[in-house]
């Protein structure tokens, strides 16, 4: 008999493909691959959640605590919500204000009607709206004189600026005048003042025409200015001539003529053996001229050489 007519009987081959079971079937192997998939993943999330059992509490927790702080910030923005508060109060409080504000407005609001109503109609104006006239006031006429600003900025010698200019009557003198300085009854060099029509007396050496070097003097000190003045003959005609004057320029301890402080600013005229000072400097200006009498200061000097002599 052949194998074939075995097999068709029912009973076993001896074959290799006989003996396969159903295990090693492909169905029967994708199968068991799904399933150990599938067991592996439930195996890992049991030890996930052995190793880790508290992350859900630790997302409970999470969202609480987001909870709490959208709490805190929306009683931050609301405080009448915050529980013990007194919400009536602020209620109260913010109403006043609202009012008092309302109450502002209405009567800027009227206020500006009023005055829009008065310039459309000024017959409807009360009469205290009117203002008073004032009563009329004497203006002061214009000035069209000479300032001196501009002289001021011009006026200037060596790069500085000079406080005094020369009236237009200014005149370089015929008469030859002299200063004869005396210092504690010390006869000094005589200075000759009539090449000029005027000499700036001061500490500022650089402008100065006559030097004064004491302290108490003001670097611009005084002015001694020759001046073409009128002035009436015997016979009543009416003459010119040029006379000296002096003034002083606004000095802190003053210009003195005789021994006696002039004014600031204004000018005096000079007569023959009048004396001059200024400050505290202890010299003595003399004035004269070359046909003036010279007898007192010849007399001071024939008084210093006797003195010299009986030294």
């Known amino acids: 008999r052949s194998p074939r007519r075995r097999s068709r009987s029912g009973r076993r081959s001896r074959s290799p493909r006989g003996r396969r079971s159903r295990s090693h079937s492909p169905h029967h192997g994708a199968v068991r691959v799904k399933q150990e998939r599938e067991d592996h993943c439930r195996r890992g999330n049991e030890e996930r959640k052995q190793r880790h059992p508290s992350e859900q509490e630790q997302r409970r927790d999470r969202s609480g605590d987001r909870d709490r702080h959208r709490e805190h910030s929306d009683r931050k923005k609301n405080p009448s919500d915050r529980p013990g508060t007194r919400s009536h109060e602020w209620d109260m409080q913010n109403l006043r204000e609202q009012q008092a504000e309302r109450e502002f407005y209405n009567e800027r609001r009227r206020e500006h009607r009023q005055g829009t109503e008065g310039e459309q109609h000024p017959e409807l104006r009360p009469s ?16 069209f004189e000479l300032s001196g600003a501009l002289l001021e900025d011009t006026n200037t010698f060596r790069g500085v600026v000079i406080k005094y200019s020369e009236p237009p009557e200014a005149r370089i003198p015929k008469t030859r005048w002299r200063l004869y300085p005396f210092k504690n009854d010390e006869f000094l060099p005589v ?13 500022h050496r650089r402008i100065a025409d006559i030097p004064i070097d004491h302290p108490s003097c003001s670097k611009q000190h005084a002015v001694f200015q020759y001046r ?9 005609t009416v003459g010119r001539r040029v006379r000296p004057y002096i003034i002083d320029l606004g000095s802190g301890n003053g210009t003195f003529l005789n021994n006696q402080r002039i004014e600031p600013q204004r000018y005096y005229e000079l007569k023959e053996k009048d004396v001059l000072k200024f400050g505290f400097s202890s010299r003595e200006y003399v004035l004269l001229h070359e046909s003036s009498d010279k007898s007192e200061a010849n007399a001071k000097d024939n008084d210093e050489d006797e003195e010299k002599e009986e030294e």
Do not use: F
């Not at 200075?191 to 500490?203: D, E, F």
């Open 128 to 143: 205290e709206s009117k203002p008073k006239e004032k009563p009329a006031v004497n203006k002061e006429k214009p000035s």
């Open 191 to 203: 200075m000759y003042i009539h090449r000029q029509s005027a000499y700036l007396l001061g500490r």
């Open 228 to 236: 073409l003045v009128e002035y009436t003959r015997a016979d009543g």
